[in-house]
T-cell receptor, first 112, second 113 residues
Framework: QKEVEQNSGPLSVPEGAIASLNCTYS??????FFWYRQYSGKSPELIMS????GDKEDGRFTAQLNKASQYVSLLIRDSQPSDSATYLC????????????FGKGTHLIIQP | KAGVTQTPRYLIKTRGQQVTLSCSPI?????VSWYQQTPGQGLQFLFE???????NKGNFPGRFSGRQFSNSRSEMNVSTLELGDSALYLC????????????FGPGTRLLVL
């Protein structure tokens, strides 16, 4: 069974610091990976997607992928209180088969 | 471009009833996927429709069904509602070609009493 594992948190980070979120996945056939942010009572919003090993940067966000270790991470630099949310990691095995497999999310709290 | 829309946003039903939820994807997107989100199980894949055909299906009972129309709008139906069906139901839209990003609608929050 395909699984994506995340630490549920809460992860508490001071404002201005770097927040580091991690997930691991079980299906070696997974080809693409996504980070979604979900505020309480809202739907998931895409933050980053990553398909190749290495780092991908977009503004304050950096996604990192290591397929050999089956590990994905998201770094948030200069964390702001507005970054406080649940971050969902998702994996796609390709072609939409079985849909996205989501982790249960990490609850991030940025302390002012 | 307008985003993904879902109606209704909130629903209250009683056990044994049935419910139909609607999703309109982003213009030009032909794939609609449905997910159920609960506090205990997180986000779980229900099924995906592409060009009016169910292309993939998750591990949910047959009480959960769906369809897609020629304009790519999709409906999801749950029959014989159970208390455990209380959840946020999300639809996600994508072009449906290859590995790609899915964009979520605002969701329909269903409460079964």
């Amino acid at each position: 069974q395909k699984e994506v594992e995340q630490n549920s948190g809460p992860l508490s980070v001071p404002e201005g610091a770097i927040a580091s979120l991690n997930c691991t996945y079980s299906d070696r056939g997974s080809q693409s990976f996504f980070w979604y942010r979900q505020y309480s009572g809202k739907s998931p919003e895409l933050i980053m997607s990553i398909y190749s090993n290495g780092d991908k940067e977009d503004g304050r966000f950096t996604a990192q992928l290591n397929k050999a270790s089956q590990y994905v991470s998201l770094l948030i630099r200069d964390s702001q209180p507005s970054d406080s949310a649940t971050y969902l990691c998702a994996a796609d095995s390709g072609g939409g088969a079985d849909g996205l497999t989501f982790g249960k999310g990490t609850h991030l709290i940025i302390q002012p | 471009k307008a985003g993904v829309t879902q109606t209704p946003r909130y629903l209250i039903k009683t056990r044994g009833q049935q419910v139909t939820l609607s999703c309109s994807p982003i213009s030009g997107h032909r794939s609609v996927s449905w997910y159920q989100q609960t506090p205990g199980q997180g986000l779980q894949f229900l099924f995906e429709y592409f060009s009016e055909t169910q292309r993939n299906k998750g591990n949910f009972p047959g009480r959960f069904s769906g369809r897609q129309f020629s304009n790519s709008r999709s409906e999801m139906n749950v029959s014989t509602l159970e208390l455990g069906d209380s959840a946020l139901y999300l639809c996600a839209s994508s072009t449906g070609t290859g590995v790609e990003t899915q964009y979520f609608g605002p969701g329909t929050r269903l409460l079964v009493l």
